[in-house]
């Protein structure tokens, strides 16, 4: 028998492969479980995937194409007021490689990142496969599911602590946080010295006028702040595995090494897909956000009928549901689910336990699937726990 390494046995299953085999194998069961756009690729990116492929048979510079990192420059300012040059700039296979890779290039064995709780699930796997440390601080329901720059201030180690991380828009809250809290997050970390991990993966999912800013905007953030960003969810590009972070330029280049021992580079034919896209009119995202707005408007008054309290997520593609009320077991409740109505979602303690008590429904689905999906999660409470 091979011996497998500790590190590997304390990483906890993995629940995308579950949602993904049970998606393609059991075709039966409604998923209101994926984290990925349920969009096809835009037309025009359709059309140049065939042109690109007989030019992208070679590894790229390892740091992604001189080409893209321009076009992401660019887009960062525009976008983002964002200033960043081609060297700040870490092109990656999927933004999650992204965060991996600054992780091992930021953290020492034992030292400290500051984790939201409930987070995406690949944080704090991140965070344990380098040894490092995660300190939580949870976000509240009553606050919207907003960091409070007060409770994070509480578990800073001087010593010890090196990175807060923040999400916005926040898989799996939906929260978008507000400039004023990232103001008094970026002065926490100016008086901790802290670097900050942004992961905007949502930055274009956005509800109700609601307006994203990264932190890496504001005044004197640059050489601390590291911004997670993706073709994934913005152009419904996964599949393709492209994304980037902009860092201060000594941990780019780090980033750089650990990614050049990981996997070279990122595919060469997602980075040229990529540029293409960048060029794309905003409409696209634009259809994309409208269509997932009706559906956000169509599931969340449903989950709240059925006595699921839901906030209403101002970015994202999540409801997050408490169900204290009924189970204080969500993974039963999503197994019990699954089993008895054939409805699958993510249990809430998947993102940390303070998302005990929650369900996350995703709307990345056609809106036939969400009501088909809620009539039976109606059924299953009806006759299930009450
Ligand atoms: C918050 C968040 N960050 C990062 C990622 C990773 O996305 P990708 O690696 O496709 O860029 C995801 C994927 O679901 C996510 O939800």
Redesign the pocket.
Known sequence: MVHISEREEQLPDLVIERLLELMTDHPEVLSLGP??PDFSLPKPLVSEIKKLANQSNHYSTPGGLLELREAICKKLKKENDIKANPENVVVTS????A?LLATATTLDVSEEILLPNPS?M?YLPTVEIFNAVPKFFQLREENAFEPNPDEIKKQINERKTKVLLI?SP??PTGNVIRKKVLEELADLAVEYDLAIFS?E??EYILYDDVKHISIGSLNGMSDRVFT?Q????SYAM?GF?L?YVAAPEQAAKGIKKMHVEASICAPTISQKLAVKALQLPKKYVHGMVKEYQQRRDVIVPRLNELGLMTPVPKG?FYAFSNISHISKNSKKFAFDLLKKQKVAAVPGIDFGSAGEGYMRFSFATKLSIIEKALNRLEKFISQTHR
């Open positions: 984290g990925e999927g933004s999650q490689e965060l995406y690949a999400n926040a898989n992961d993966a949502y997670f993706t073709m994934s969810k996964c595995r994304g994202a």
